[in-house]
């Protein structure tokens, strides 16, 4: 692991000094699209001057409480709390970032905390988190690329490592307007909503999609039904996503839409869900 690291964090060396110091926040969430299920949310909020992003990150996950009856196969609920730092590196026609993050999978990680306080507000059905997974470490290293092929194509490639999610990706996206940005969802690693050289007063929109390969992931391993056998994910899963985004002198604004495909034999229908990122420079 430790030779792992060391590697990523020699493939992001030498980025440029002087970039000003910029926040944002990235939120997930499937509310948007009416679902309560599976991956349901995320909240990052990061920070990120001269090439180096520092973060903390919450993931929720969730059964599919509004059709749940016993005897229905799906996954437990979990909740993941990482903190990261990435490495960023810009340069002619690429985008590269190798993120570490370490945290905590389970009851710490306040999953039920979060849904619950939101959910006082967004009215959903009732999830057992009795039968959320345990706590356990996580550490993750993640490496993604983005290399321009045209002035409107960019193809993406990496991989995450870890005790928890193993997977490797790749994929595409047409993008028009602003094109020095590159879609977070498309690349699995830590992606700003901006780029050093982006101009504000203009406008970004794009359309892609990816494959993961994907080696393991015990988020999906405990079946919600207590009498059920355990979940397998599956193997390999596409995503595509289109998005917009409004650059201004003072940050940017970006959303984002995306559809999974099913990651396990269980799961009722693919995902969707909706993405926000906003961010201020200062």
Not at 63 to 83: I, M, N, Q, S, Y
Request: aromatic share 10%.
């Amino acid at each position: 692991m430790k030779a792992a690291a060391a590697a990523l964090l020699a493939l992001c060396a030498g980025n440029a000094a002087g970039q000003e110091a910029r926040w944002y926040t990235k939120i997930d969430n499937d509310v948007a699209l009416g679902t309560d299920r599976w991956y349901t949310s995320s909240v990052r909020i990061a920070r990120v001057e001269d090439g180096l992003e520092l973060a903390i990150e919450q993931d929720v996950y969730t059964p599919e409480a509004k059709r749940w009856r016993p005897g229905t196969d799906d996954r437990a609920p979990a909740g993941v709390l990482l903190a990261s730092a990435t490495l960023h590196r810009w340069g002619e026609g690429f985008f590269q970032s190798a993120e570490l993050a370490l945290g905590v999978r389970g009851p710490a990680a306040l999953g039920r905390q979060a849904t619950t306080a939101i959910h006082h507000l967004i009215s959903a059905p009732h999830v057992d988190w009795s039968r959320q997974l345990d706590n356990r470490f996580d550490v993750q290293l993640a490496f993604a690329r983005t290399q321009s092929m045209s002035d409107h194509l960019k193809l993406h490639a990496g991989a995450t490592l870890g005790n928890q999610v193993d997977f490797a990706h790749m994929g595409f996206e047409i993008r028009m307007g602003s094109r020095e940005l590159a879609s977070a969802l498309l690349r699995f690693a830590p992606t700003p909503p901006f780029a050093p050289t982006a101009a504000g007063g203009r406008w970004s929109a794009y359309a892609g999609a990816s494959i993961r390969g994907v080696a393991r992931n015990t988020l999906i391993s405990r079946n919600y039904d207590p009498f059920g056998a355990d979940l397998e994910p599956r193997r390999a899963v596409s995503r595509f996503a289109v998005g917009a985004a409004w650059l201004a002198r003072w940050g940017s604004v970006s959303l984002d839409v995306a559809q999974d495909a099913k990651e396990f034999d269980a799961q009722r229908t693919p995902q969707r869900f909706g993405s926000l990122s906003f961010h201020v420079a200062f």
